[in-house]
């Protein structure tokens, strides 16, 4: 029995036993028998969830690229790395070899280090979905210097906020990036941002869509160039096992976004054997994950995890409804994908569409099919199990987060039984637990709670960048010894959890995580606006959509509404990206609040759900009467 590779459900059982009873000795065997390493570990774990303070194979030396690359070149040299995608489907595909992808990374590693890029320091990378992007993650890691990915879609003060808060000293961009029809100004948003980042030294620009842009002389260059004159090998730095790895941005329910960070080693050997077994990937499969690069789903499980195992991996640079709604299943036909992950969000867009886009396509080289960042629904769920598996490719409902670093519960398919809607087994080594009010578990099965996490796991992030006592404070105050998800979930008669979405002010939006607090701020910025309140509501493509209560100010009052509601979306697209504007925009007179003065959400949210027949106890607020008129006049 390869502990590395489960395939039957009783094997599932004992590993996972194993795994749980003796941690350590269960990832020493892992990380030992499937990873290259300079130097072993002194310590497989040392962890303690009240500091918090979590270290994983303390005192070992790698370098992660060594493991996603270097290793695979003597037995998978001309084996494909990276199948690349272009949004334009009469541009050619690109197939990157393991060893063009380590030429690739060696040049763009040593171009860095030319610009004074040491280990340790923080680079900003704004990119579209290409295959810059991939390579210069891995350019970073090459080096020891810690990459800080900013998803491409996310507007200059955004991207600025990011880059001061991790004082990143270089920002690798692209001219603009190509997303269906249209094509958008990456470099001019960069600029913007820029004014506000006085600690950035060196802007390294990738030529993709051949716009005229502004290069600011002394601060921004083509990369190109400098890639060609680079040299074609570079030696990796030797990592300790704790050192970051990466630092990735996650909304949090209040305050600016949280800068998670990754480390080394457990991250890797996490992320590879999740990616193993999760999709069951087998050496000739071609693996596609639709997420971006932006998100931690990109960095798990479009590059570290597939690298680590030396498979192919396809990147995508278009979007699923360009040049039409078919263009998913042209890509898995044509590339033959066998191993298919994607977001629930575009599930339920794609199913909207005429079932002929589906059926034009031959889909049987898929074996495996995943959803994540969300609840994927049952109607959903039978959708995508009927029309894109035609019910011969089980779904992987997994569940996990930016913080988890790795999947966490999840079906390990043609192992576990699958059911709608449920992402039902832990994974190897996960112990999750059920929280009641009173901050106790819940044992036993048909129990509902919040979830906790009870033992640390390889790739849980160790921090939040600059912010320790943030990160104690958010994930580890609210119960003791646990690690709080901010989920909710179910555990059914036998023990299948469904997750049931947020507990906190973290709003899903088409499997984006967003925080109300700074999309409030925003609109509260607004000349006209003297207050507001952000909550979700079911949106049958995107599964919650924003519902904003705003009230003016006096001089705001005669402003005509619709212009206003368009120039609160302006200002939010500025501030955050347009994957934070309203779908809709109610005035008010005033706020729910409670005698101390919060704003009684619960409220507002059962009004935005048009849920209205009972709104629990309203009598401790300040306004009750207000709570009439909002319902009076609600969307
Ligand atoms: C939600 C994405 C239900 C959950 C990898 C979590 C899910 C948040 C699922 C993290 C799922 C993710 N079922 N809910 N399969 N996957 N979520 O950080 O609320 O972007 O806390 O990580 O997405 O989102 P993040």
């Not at 690109?94 to 030429?103: A, S």
């Not at 620009?205 to 842009?213: L, W």
């Not at 809709?584 to 619960?602: A, C, D, E, H, Y």
């Amino acid at each position: 029995m390869s502990n590395y590779h489960i395939k039957h459900l009783e094997e599932y059982f004992q590993v996972y036993r194993k795994s749980v009873r003796n941690p350590e000795a269960f990832w020493e065997e892992i990380a030992e028998e499937h990873f290259v390493w300079r130097k072993r570990w002194d310590n497989v774990l040392s962890w303690d969830f009240k500091k918090p303070e979590i270290k994983w194979f303390e005192g070992a030396k790698l370098n992660i690229t060594e493991n996603c690359l270097d290793r695979h070149l003597p037995t998978r040299g001309t084996k494909t790395a990276i199948i690349f995608e272009p949004n334009n489907p009469k541009e050619e595909a690109v197939h990157i070899t393991y060893r063009q992808l380590h030429e690739r990374v060696c040049r763009m590693a040593n171009v860095f280090l030319d610009h004074g890029v040491k280990k340790g320091d923080r680079v900003c990378i704004y990119l579209p979905m290409i295959p810059e992007l991939a390579v210069a993650l891995l350019a970073c890691a090459r080096i020891g210097a810690i990459h800080s990915v900013v998803f491409a879609g996310f507007s200059s003060n955004a991207l600025s906020t990011r880059i001061n808060d991790s004082d990143c000293k270089m920002v690798i961009t692209s001219d603009g990036s190509f997303r269906g029809t249209k094509s958008i100004d990456l470099k001019g948003i960069v600029d913007k941002a820029l004014e506000e980042c006085p600690g950035v030294e060196n802007v390294l620009v990738v030529k993709r869509t051949g716009s005229e842009i502004y290069m600011e002389a002394g601060r921004d260059k083509w990369l190109q160039p400098l890639l060609d004159e680079a040299y074609a090998d570079c030696v990796a730095e030797i990592m300790d096992a704790e050192d970051p790895l990466f630092i990735l941005y996650t909304s949090g329910s209040t305050g600016t976004p949280k800068g998670m960070v990754h480390t080394t080693a457990g991250y890797m050997v996490y992320t590879a054997y999740t990616f193993k077994n999760v999709f069951q990937y087998t050496e000739n499969d071609v693996y596609w994950c639709t997420a971006d690069i932006g998100w931690i789903t990109g960095h798990s499980y479009i590059v570290y995890g597939p690298l680590a195992n030396g498979a192919t991996t396809l990147m995508f640079e278009g979007v699923p409804s360009y040049p039409d709604y078919g263009r998913f299943w042209d890509v898995i036909q044509k590339h033959k994908v066998n191993q298919f992950y994607t977001a629930p969000t575009a599930i339920r867009a794609l199913a909207k569409e005429n079932l002929e886009y589906v059926e034009k396509y031959d889909l049987s080289s898929l074996k495996v099919l995943g959803s994540v960042g969300e609840p994927i629904n049952e109607e959903a769920w039978h959708w995508y199990n009927n029309n894109v598996g035609k019910k011969n490719s089980p779904i992987v409902d997994t569940w996990w987060q930016t913080e988890t670093g790795g999947i966490m519960i999840t079906p390990i398919p043609y192992v576990t039984p699958t059911a709608p809607t449920y992402a039902t087994l832990p994974f190897i080594g996960i112990q999750p637990a059920l929280m009641d009010e009173n901050a106790k578990e819940i044992k036993g099965n048909q129990v509902e709670g919040r979830l906790c996490i009870k033992f640390p796991w390889p790739s849980i992030a160790r921090t939040i960048w600059g912010n320790h006592d943030r990160y104690r404070d958010t994930y580890f105050s609210a119960y003791e010894n646990m690690y709080f998800t901010g989920d909710g979930a179910l555990r059914d008669a036998v023990g299948y959890y469904r997750i049931t979405g947020r507990v906190d002010d973290v709003i899903i939006v088409s499997g984006h995580n967003l925080g109300t607090a700074p999309i409030e701020d925003s609109i509260n910025e607004h000349p006209a606006v003297a207050e507001s309140a952000i909550v979700g509501f079911p949106h049958d493509v995107k599964g919650n959509a924003l519902y904003g209560f705003v009230i003016l100010k006096e001089t705001g009052e005669s402003r005509d509404r619709e212009n206003l509601k368009r120039e609160i979306n302006q200002q939010i697209t500025e501030h955050i990206g347009p994957i934070a504007k309203l779908d809709k925009i109610q005035f008010v007179s005033g706020l729910p609040k409670t005698r101390s003065g919060k704003i009684m959400r619960r409220i507002l949210r059962k009004i935005a759900s048009n849920d209205t027949s009972n709104l629990g106890d309203t009598s401790t607020l300040l306004n009750p009467e207000i709570v009439q008129e909002i319902m009076d006049n609600s969307l």
